[in-house]
C-alpha cells in the first residue's frame, strides 16, 4: 500500500519560513516523480513545483519561483519544499504527490499525471 506522509506545516509571519517534508512508501518502481501542490479556502488546487527522481529538472509555478525550493533526497522517495519569504496569497494546505516514472527527468505540472496523494499539511499566518 502506497503512503505518502507530509510534515512541517505550521504558523508563520509574513516573511517568514519553514521547511514541508514529504516521506512516500510502499511504491512499486525504482523511480517516481514528486510535486507539490496547494489548495487555499475557496480556491482550486494549483501547482507549487515539482522534481524529477534524479533531482536534476525541477519546475516551479511563477508564483512561488526563486522563493520554494523543491529538494529530494538522492535515489531515495524523501524530499522537502521550503517556502522563503511567505506572502499573504501563501497560506493553504499543501500536498506531496507522487508519480511513478520510468523516465528518470520527468515531471508534470499537473494535477490528475500524479498517482499518489498525501493527507495535506496546512501552512498559515497568524490572525
Known amino acids: 500500500q502506497v503512503q505518502l506522509v507530509e510534515s512541517g506545516g505550521g504558523t508563520v509571519q509574513p516573511g517568514g519560513s519553514l521547511t514541508l517534508s514529504c516521506a512516500a512508501s510502499g511504491l512499486t518502481r525504482r523511480s517516481s516523480t514528486m510535486g507539490w501542490f496547494r489548495q487555499a479556502p475557496g480556491k482550486e488546487r494549483e501547482f507549487v513545483a515539482a522534481?524529477?527522481?534524479?533531482?536534476?529538472?525541477?519546475d516551479h509555478a511563477d508564483s512561488v519561483q526563486g522563493r520554494f525550493p523543491i529538494t529530494r533526497d538522492k535515489g531515495k522517495n524523501t524530499g522537502d519544499l521550503k517556502i522563503d519569504s511567505l506572502k499573504p496569497e501563501d497560506p493553504a494546505v499543501y500536498y506531496c504527490?507522487?508519480?511513478?516514472?520510468?523516465?528518470?527527468?520527468?515531471?508534470?505540472?499537473?494535477?490528475?499525471?500524479?498517482?499518489?496523494w498525501g493527507q495535506g499539511t496546512q501552512v498559515t499566518v497568524p490572525s
Open positions: 522534481i524529477s527522481w534524479n533531482g536534476i529538472i525541477r
Open positions: 504527490a507522487v508519480k511513478e516514472v520510468v523516465t528518470e527527468n520527468a515531471v508534470f505540472s499537473t494535477w490528475f499525471q500524479y498517482n499518489y
